[in-house]
DNA sequence: ACCATAACACTAACCGTTAGTTTTAAAAAA
DNA sequence: TTTTTTAAAACTAACGGTTAGTGTTATGGT
């Protein structure tokens, strides 16, 4: 299946790639709002239309791999080890993406998002519906008793985390203290059972 | 200030009202996405541009009085009565909202908002907004020594309870649920003193 | 009566986005 | 190979929200 992608799935790979990087190169060489899909087309020489057939939106373009991210915190749910509980579990998945947004070499992309509306508009959509694929994931662990309503608050309070983190003045410090209240709030929503 | 408000600003609240309410008449009638804003203009007899100098956007004609709800959650934390704990009063007035919306006269809006994708995100980060105000005024309260991160994270937790609540088969009972995870995370953020 | 200004109108455009159509090139069938 | 089919990408043209620039009118203060 991953065998041999033949020639027009590479060149299509290719145009893709050669959009986005033009796209954010020049986001962050004249500014985002500076920029405009014309420009962009023009400099990865294509036509619009093409852009569109790759990205749904303009701000698509700066979002590239957040499929990426979606994944990572399902999998913090699906692939933790047997009986690992699951706020620790998540909790350490936000540090390590927080971490990843602060620290990384794709610092300047992100102050670029928080000084752009529509960039932070579209990050916000972003990460609800990364929140119901959360849901989702817990909502379908067996080892989970809890109302869907728990779960898909589970999977907000999370999602908080990390946008509420990423502003603080101490990221990680923030996503732990902000983990304890999550704590308490997953064992509040235990069907009064034991302990 | 507020006795002889004059005839100009008396124009124009009019002219206001009058955009708004032609705009949410063949929002409903026609379609949300099948109403253009030159449509609205024609019909309420005044400029395109008079429009985007009343209204932000065209999704702002639909909420015409987010304010309202921004400074009711604001109030519900700033006067309430001496030593009533937050959470309850904050609890009592998502249930309001949750009423208002789910059983008002304005049901058709709701559901003209939860079906069209550009109304839900342009209430989402209307949402975010007021959870920011909610975040200020919680931090300002001298009887809460809590940090300045629990108090925007309790805000959130506060408007995820909304939305959630909104989205659940039974609202009421959701923002109850939600809400006694929300006390939780409350007693956890305390700077671990009393109890 | 006069002037400053706020509200509104009008034109024209910008920009993101989409539809419709056609060309090009890769994959599959003959 | 040759042919046929299919998918990528081009091109043209437009639509719809939004804004800039420029007047015009009516209101409120002097």
Redesign the interface.
């Known amino acids: 299946m991953t065998a041999p992608p033949g020639r027009r799935e590479r060149k299509k790979a290719a145009t893709r790639r050669k959009i986005a990087d033009t796209a954010l190169r020049l986001f962050l060489d004249r500014g985002y709002d500076a920029v405009g899909i014309r420009d962009v087309a023009a400099e990865a020489d294509v036509a619009v239309t093409t852009v569109f057939s790759h990205f749904a939106s303009k701000e698509a373009l700066v979002f590239e791999q957040d499929e990426d991210f979606e994944q990572r915190l399902v999998q913090a749910v699906t692939g933790r080890a047997p009986h690992e509980p699951l706020i620790p579990a998540l909790c350490r998945e936000i540090q390590a993406l927080v971490r990843h947004c602060a620290a990384d070499s794709a610092a300047p992309v992100w102050r670029m998002v928080d000084e752009t509306p529509a960039l932070?508009?579209y990050e916000?959509?972003m990460m609800?519906r990364h929140a119901e694929s959360l849901a989702t994931a817990i909502a379908d662990d067996p080892g989970l008793p809890q109302?869907t309503?728990?779960c898909?608050?589970?999977a907000?309070?999370a999602v908080?985390?990390y946008s509420?983190a990423r502003e603080?003045a101490d990221p990680e410090a923030?996503v732990d203290?902000?983990f304890?209240?999550?704590?308490?709030?997953?064992?509040?929503?235990r069907p009064a059972r034991d302990t």
């Open positions: 932070r508009k916000e959509s609800l109302t309503t728990a898909r608050t589970i907000r309070f908080d985390a509420l603080a923030a203290e902000i304890r209240m999550i704590e308490a709030a997953w064992e509040a929503a």
